[in-house]
């Protein structure tokens, strides 16, 4: 799927630096576009090993006769025979991707390969990649993929690139009995096989990136509802081990409460067509694509823990929330290069607050996301490097919610800013956007100049600084510590009155009928406040 920029983008004055370019997407990812990924994988837990086929469906547009392209797959996972187009040709090996060969004609070609080999097992998953093989409390097997850090191309070959989705996905994991493979979308066939095996095929109707493809192998029961949407009817399907279903039926009520809350502040849930699925897992969670992997203990909280300090993330399941929060921002608003990250994760652990604003009110959503701030190390920027494809900070999670937040608090209306998120996922459904398209969005439907705010707080590890003083009747404001062209149209509370002041590195004058004895600083923009004695 190829990512295209919107008519009001291209026709809006350019108020950022032009979109970088990502050097990594080279001349042998570009040419081609990937059509459908039709990936059959079987585990052996006996040596933590893989093997499969996956047979691409690609678009060579006008390209014909030999033809370059790449294949991901990194060490010690290995392609061992590729067919393009029906005929065998040789792949070369380049470090952790194939160079492949053949002889391309105009539109739809078809690349068949094999591969097997020892993936990587982490020991920490989520955070490191890999296939976790472990087994259960009751002895049996239990397999779990997760590689948003490293990428699919760790336990599977493809594009592995997140500026090309493929169209639709089909996924046939191949078990013992009597285990279940719990893949993405709908299980659509289960076929006997020899040897006492199975094999389970899923079908993704809807553009998938590559690390939201999952695979997951277990002793699993399951159970059913049916969740009241925008669209109608979504189905839910809920995997688990039998030892935990009682405590599932009782946890899981969460993915109502959190397809309501979410849908209300963002639209319809994005992927109806492939359903909804929470699969219990060896680790604490993945937003895999309509699939979302669970593995937070059936504990509000986050393994039991506010994140805020505030008392408020103990009414959730954080792992339900946030990982169910990205089906709009990863899997249906998905970044062009893991350098802009902050959108999947800034936006989503932003839902978390949204979720407890809309069943506990404005409050209870502000004070959880300003709690998370005690968190936020400002080591680096949270906007990475593009010439790498790589993520910036782990602030990213909750200074881009505080970011968020702050913007939010500068729209200064409930219904606007609601439009606007809802409008965000509109314009950008299914698609793989950068940072500089949803800035651009935002300055255009916020109608604010939001350069030297994205540029302060995306670029740099600076926290603005508010520097204000009194003299007599007349309050004097400017921010330091910023980039250039920063502002912030500010609410503040001055002798227990609520003024409104647009502030910038100039300094400002707020002028009152009488002397000014107070200013209360307002927590929901994330600044530090100078006092200056005048």
């Given at each position: 799927?190829?990512?295209?920029?919107?008519?009001?983008?291209?026709?809006?004055?350019?108020?950022?630096?032009?979109?970088?370019?990502?050097?990594?997407?080279?001349?042998?990812?570009?040419?081609?576009?990937?059509?459908?990924?039709?990936?059959?994988?079987?585990?052996?837990?006996?040596?933590?090993?893989?093997?499969?086929?996956?047979?691409?469906?690609?678009?060579?547009?006008?390209?014909?006769?030999?033809?370059?392209?790449?294949?991901?797959?990194?060490?010690?996972?290995?392609?061992?025979?590729?067919?393009?187009n029906e005929k065998i040709v040789l792949p070369k090996r380049v470090d952790d991707h194939y160079l492949i060969n053949f002889e391309a004609k105009p539109g739809l070609n078809h690349l068949?390969?094999?591969?097997?080999?020892?993936?990587?097992?982490?020991?920490?998953?989520?955070?490191?990649?890999?296939?976790?093989?472990?087994?259960?409390?009751?002895?049996?097997?239990?397999?779990?993929?997760?590689?948003?850090?490293?990428?699919?191309?760790?336990?599977?070959?493809?594009?592995?690139?997140?500026?090309?989705?493929?169209?639709?996905?089909?996924?046939?994991?191949?078990?013992?009995?009597?285990?279940?493979?719990?893949?993405?979308?709908?299980?659509?066939?289960?076929?006997?096989?020899?040897?006492?095996?199975?094999?389970?095929?899923?079908?993704?109707?809807?553009?998938?990136?590559?690390?939201?493809?999952?695979?997951?192998?277990?002793?699993?029961?399951?159970?059913?509802?049916?969740?009241?949407?925008?669209?109608?009817?979504?189905?839910?399907?809920?995997?688990?081990?039998?030892?935990?279903?009682?405590?599932?039926?009782?946890?899981?009520?969460?993915?109502?409460?959190?397809?309501?809350?979410?849908?209300?502040?963002?639209?319809?849930?994005?992927?109806?067509?492939?359903?909804?699925?929470l699969v219990q897992v060896p680790y604490l969670g993945m937003e895999h694509q309509s699939c979302v992997t669970y593995g937070n203990q059936f504990k509000n909280g986050y393994l039991g823990?506010?994140?805020?300090?505030?008392?408020?993330?103990?009414?959730?399941?954080?792992?339900?929330?946030?990982?169910?929060?990205?089906?709009?921002?990863?899997?249906?608003?998905?970044?062009?290069?893991?350098?802009?990250?902050?959108?999947?994760?800034?936006?989503?652990?932003?839902?978390?607050?949204?979720?407890?604003?809309?069943?506990?009110?404005?409050?209870?959503?502000?004070?959880?996301?300003?709690?998370?701030?005690?968190?936020?190390?400002?080591?680096?920027?949270?906007?990475?490097?593009?010439?790498?494809?790589?993520?910036?900070?782990?602030?990213?999670?909750?200074?881009?919610?505080?970011?968020?937040?702050?913007?939010?608090?500068?729209?200064?209306?409930?219904?606007?800013?609601?439009?606007?998120?809802?409008?965000?996922?509109?314009?950008?459904?299914?698609?793989?956007?950068?940072?500089?398209?949803?800035?651009?969005?935002?300055?255009?439907?916020?109608?604010?100049?939001?350069?030297?705010?994205?540029?302060?707080?995306?670029?740099?590890?600076?926290?603005?600084?508010?520097?204000?003083?009194?003299?007599?009747?007349?309050?004097?404001?400017?921010?330091?510590?910023?980039?250039?062209?920063?502002?912030?149209?500010?609410?503040?509370?001055?002798?227990?009155?609520?003024?409104?002041?647009?502030?910038?590195?100039?300094?400002?004058?707020?002028?009152?009928?009488?002397?000014?004895?107070?200013?209360?600083?307002?927590?929901?923009?994330?600044?530090?406040?100078?006092?200056?004695?005048?």
């Amino acid at each position: 799927m190829k990512a295209f920029l919107p008519l009001f983008l291209l026709l809006s004055s350019t108020l950022f630096a032009q979109e970088p370019k990502d050097p990594t997407y080279n001349q042998y990812r570009s040419w081609w576009d990937v059509v459908h990924y039709d990936l059959t994988v079987e585990a052996f837990p006996s040596d933590s090993s893989i093997s499969g086929i996956n047979v691409i469906t690609l678009d060579a547009g006008s390209k014909v006769g030999m033809q370059t392209l790449q294949i991901d797959l990194q060490e010690p996972m290995q392609i061992t025979e590729v067919k393009a187009n029906e005929k065998i040709v040789l792949p070369k090996r380049v470090d952790d991707h194939y160079l492949i060969n053949f002889e391309a004609k105009p539109g739809l070609n078809h690349l068949e390969l094999k591969f097997n080999g020892k993936p990587h097992v982490p020991k920490i998953a989520p955070w490191e990649s890999g296939i976790v093989f472990t087994k259960d409390k009751e002895g049996y097997d239990w397999i779990a993929s997760a590689c948003q850090d490293k990428g699919a191309s760790i336990w599977w070959p493809c594009k592995d690139h997140p500026l090309d989705e493929a169209d639709s996905v089909t996924v046939s994991i191949i078990c013992k009995k009597p285990y279940t493979g719990v893949a993405n979308g709908r299980l659509t066939t289960v076929e006997d096989l020899p040897d006492n095996k199975r094999k389970f095929t899923w079908k993704v109707t809807n553009p998938i990136n590559n690390y939201g493809v999952n695979l997951s192998v277990g002793n699993y029961t399951y159970f059913k509802e049916d969740l009241k949407g925008e669209k109608g009817t979504l189905d839910a399907t809920y995997y688990v081990l039998p030892r935990d279903i009682e405590k599932a039926k009782i946890q899981f009520m969460d993915a109502q409460r959190t397809i309501e809350a979410l849908e209300y502040w963002f639209g319809a849930y994005p992927f109806y067509e492939d359903g909804y699925k929470l699969v219990q897992v060896p680790y604490l969670g993945m937003e895999h694509q309509s699939c979302v992997t669970y593995g937070n203990q059936f504990k509000n909280g986050y393994l039991g823990r506010d994140l805020s300090g505030s008392g408020w993330g103990l009414k959730f399941d954080f792992i339900i929330i946030h990982e169910s929060g990205h089906e709009w921002f990863a899997n249906s608003i998905t970044h062009k290069n893991r350098a802009d990250m902050w959108i999947h994760e800034g936006f989503t652990s932003y839902s978390e607050s949204l979720f407890l604003e809309y069943f506990f009110g404005d409050s209870a959503g502000a004070e959880y996301v300003i709690g998370t701030r005690s968190k936020i190390a400002n080591d680096k920027p949270i906007i990475g490097d593009y010439n790498a494809n790589e993520p910036g900070s782990g602030d990213m999670y909750f200074k881009g919610a505080n970011i968020i937040h702050t913007l939010r608090t500068m729209v200064n209306d409930t219904e606007k800013w609601r439009s606007i998120l809802r409008e965000l996922n509109a314009t950008f459904y299914h698609q793989t956007v950068s940072s500089y398209q949803v800035e651009q969005f935002l300055a255009e439907k916020t109608g604010l100049d939001l350069e030297g705010f994205f540029n302060t707080y995306l670029r740099t590890t600076k926290i603005p600084e508010l520097h204000y003083g009194f003299k007599k009747n007349k309050v004097f404001l400017s921010f330091k510590n910023v980039e250039k062209g920063f502002q912030i149209p500010l609410k503040l509370t001055v002798n227990g009155e609520i003024h409104e002041i647009t502030v910038g590195t100039k300094k400002a004058k707020l002028k009152l009928e009488k002397a000014v004895e107070s200013l209360t600083p307002n927590p929901n923009y994330y600044l530090v406040y100078r006092k200056q004695y005048l």
